[in-house]
């Protein structure tokens, strides 16, 4: 059975906020007696906004009434009120995840919002983000190659690599289109770790000077030299390191990077190189994109056509609702309700052995740091082949040996499972946390990596928990 929903992505980066409408089709796949499996059979962008400068009132303060009201003309643009969508995602990325208000951005955009995913997304879920959105993941899938996408914005340049449609590991990078700005052809803002990064290749640049083209584009050659290092096409020099946003994270050597996209406003300048006024947006990004095409490293790999560039981001969010049984199930009634919680899914790939599982939720936690400490979140795998009283104790040490930090964190550890095992993992993980954990583990739902779940509060003498599954919904 189909059913047809509105959707609208918001997203607030560093450099640009932009709104997209869209149409889905959402229908579940899976028989009457399986495990459902709901998908987005179809979707249509039933209107794009204009792009705006994300409106600051400092360095450090996003103008929570400016992009509020820019949100509400956009609805009235495309002929849309709250009330018309069902669904949806606000997505807060890049420098301005980090400012100081970000969440009572989000809070100003509630009513406007619903309720939709809501999420301030750390540089290494926007890394993820913004490749799905470009459909890298998918074309590493489609192509049977290790592929990695390059979000280049105005703050940073996300990096994510996929092996066959696997996520193999992401980083973020300080190097962006919006790091040097210019004003009436002169220099008027110089981010402090671009002006030493010029500073050790002898190239002089101050706040006030003329915006000197030929020095400007040897910086911009050097940024995608970093880049270029950063994907390891070339050995890594002994200030990349400093460059990174967060702690020095890259994406690993192995495999080999064989193809890459590339997606964010400077990406139409990698794409379709121009010659008119370089600095027409008052940065560099024209003159990045240009040494980033030309860089020879990244000729020797394939240059893959993004699905989307500068709008390689979420355009809403497709849900579905279901109800688990409370006799399969595990949890902690006064912790619930709990929503918007994002899914850390391991692969099934991942799954098959104990210990790559465990590894799997420890490499995937960082994703979910967005202001650098633990957030709620869902670990969540398929749970098949594990039926026996010997592999569900197996499973419970496989799970807290890779949960550790989710356990040490002050909620709930909570897990989702396709497989009807849910209580008695639960009960196995809770003895063996000594009842000092709550643990909330619920079954008979299929989620994957990206979704968010809210569970709801027991129904019907606590026989019944309302789960919502909402997906992320990509341009590509």
Not at 199 to 204: A, V
Request: charged share 20%; aromatic share 6%.
């Amino acid at each position: 059975m189909q059913e047809i929903v509105k959707s609208v992505g918001i997203d607030i980066g560093t450099s640009t906020t932009q709104l997209v409408f869209s149409r889905l089709v959402v229908e579940n796949l899976a028989g009457s007696y399986a495990v459902p499996r709901v998908s987005i059979v179809q979707k249509e962008v039933v209107y794009r906004s204009n792009i705006y400068f994300t409106p600051l009132l400092s360095a450090t303060e996003i103008d929570a009434e400016a992009v509020k009201k820019i949100v509400w003309e956009e609805y009235k643009a495309a002929g849309m009120t709250p009330h018309d969508l069902k669904t949806g995602a606000v997505i807060i990325t890049g420098e301005t995840a980090r400012k100081q208000n970000a969440n009572q951005v989000l809070e100003a955009l509630s009513d406007l919002a619903g309720d939709f995913v809501v999420a301030t997304a750390g540089p290494d879920l926007e890394s993820v983000l913004s490749a799905r959105g470009a459909g890298a993941d998918r074309i590493s899938e489609e192509e049977r190659k290790t592929v990695a996408n390059i979000d280049v914005g105005g703050g940073t340049s996300n990096i994510a690599l996929y092996q066959k449609g696997i996520l193999k590991g992401v980083s973020c990078l300080d190097i962006g289109g919006r790091l040097i700005q210019v004003k009436n052809g002169k220099i008027s803002y110089i981010f402090s770790k671009t002006q030493a990064l010029a500073k050790n290749h002898g190239i002089d640049i101050q706040v006030g000077q003329q915006a000197d083209i030929p020095a400007l584009t040897r910086l911009c050659e050097i940024m995608a030299d970093q880049l270029a290092q950063a994907l390891f096409l070339k050995p890594q020099d002994a200030e990349h390191r400093g460059l990174y946003t967060n702690d020095g994270t890259s994406i690993p050597s192995e495999p080999p990077v064989q193809g890459v996209t590339f997606s964010g406003g400077v990406a139409d300048y990698i794409y379709n190189p121009t010659t008119e006024d370089v600095f027409r947006y008052g940065d560099i990004g024209v003159l990045l994109g240009r040494a980033i095409r030309s860089h020879p490293a990244f000729g020797q790999i394939e240059l893959y056509q993004a699905a989307e560039t500068i709008r390689a981001t979420v355009v809403g969010a497709g849900t579905h609702t279901t109800e688990v049984s409370g006799s399969t199930i595990t949890y902690a009634a006064d912790r619930l309700p709990i929503k918007n919680v994002p899914i850390l899914k391991v692969s099934e790939e991942d799954e098959a052995v104990l210990e790559t599982l465990s590894a799997s939720i420890i490499n995937q936690m960082p994703l979910y740091r967005p202001e650098g400490r633990t957030e709620q979140i869902a670990i969540a795998f398929t749970g098949r082949g594990r039926t026996s009283f010997a592999d569900i104790q197996m499973l419970a040490e496989a799970v807290i040996k890779g949960a550790k930090e989710a356990i040490e964190s002050p909620f709930p550890l909570v897990l989702v499972i396709e497989n009807d095992i849910g209580k008695v993992l639960g009960n196995a993980i809770r003895v063996k946390l000594e009842h000092k954990k709550d643990v909330i583990c619920i079954d008979g739902i299929r989620t994957l990596s990206g979704d968010y779940i809210d569970i709801g509060e027991p129904l019907a003498n606590g026989h019944v928990v309302p789960v919502v599954i909402k997906t992320l919904i990509f341009n590509s």
